[in-house]
């Protein structure tokens, strides 16, 4: 059977490793900081910094688990690695969930301790980016058609899932003429993927523009970029 020469390389390190971690000694000036979560869009990567100095073989070996349980996991992909990041969105893929993770630094020298992160709620601390939109004109007026963010985590089909399947948002559309935001605004929330902007002045240039918000933390993404229309 063929191997292909990277994961030869991969599997070399982890036993190599697996023989040295029995007898090297614990190194504080090894331990990552700063290990903490960043998510968006349920898109949950554990984040770590390097302190200065440190040795050329330093490597990374990660773990997580749920809160309350007692046994870690090893994060498969994220084993005896020199990046300085390791996404977890599969691991963290239930948002009810409250989940820790774990990193160790690994070197010939020695081991660091584990430096734990603290505890992460995937639907409380993610962050959402604003929907994508597109605009088609009737003689009703402005049709906005919303498509909300998408989460790295795959269906039945293999396509990615909305996250308005994993938390409930509010999607609000603001409406642009000359540069100046007009006084009302439009929301749908996530069930609803379209939007109708009606009373609007003939022959006239309108931009709009769109943020998800996240009830009831009252959270606010970014806004889309502008999308702009002429009514007829």
Partial sequence: MFVPATLLLLLCDLVLLSCANSTLPFLDDLAPFKVEFHSLNFRNVLHWRQHPGAPEDLQYVVQYKVYGEKQWSDAKLCQAIHDFQCDLSQET????????????????????????????????????????????LTEQGIVVHIRPPRSPLQGRKQNRIAVTKLQKLIF????????????????????????????????????????TVTPPFGRKSTRSPSTCITTA
Avoid at 179 to 192: A, F, H, L, M, N
Avoid at 198 to 206: F, H, N, V
Wanted: aromatic share 14%; net charge positive; charged share 25%.
């Fill in 93 to 136: 893929s239930d948002p009810r969930e409250w989940y820790y993770a774990r990193v160790q630094a690994v070197s010939f020298k020695g081991l660091s301790p584990w430096i734990i992160s603290s505890r992460f709620h995937p639907r409380w601390d993610t962050t959402f980016s604003p929907p994508q939109i597109r605009l088609n």
């Fill in 172 to 211: 609000r559309i603001y409406l642009i003429h000359n540069g100046i935001d007009k006084q009302d605004t439009y929301e749908t929330d996530g069930c609803s993927k379209k939007v109708l902007i009606k009373a609007l002045s003939p022959k006239t240039a309108y931009c709009l523009q769109a943020v």
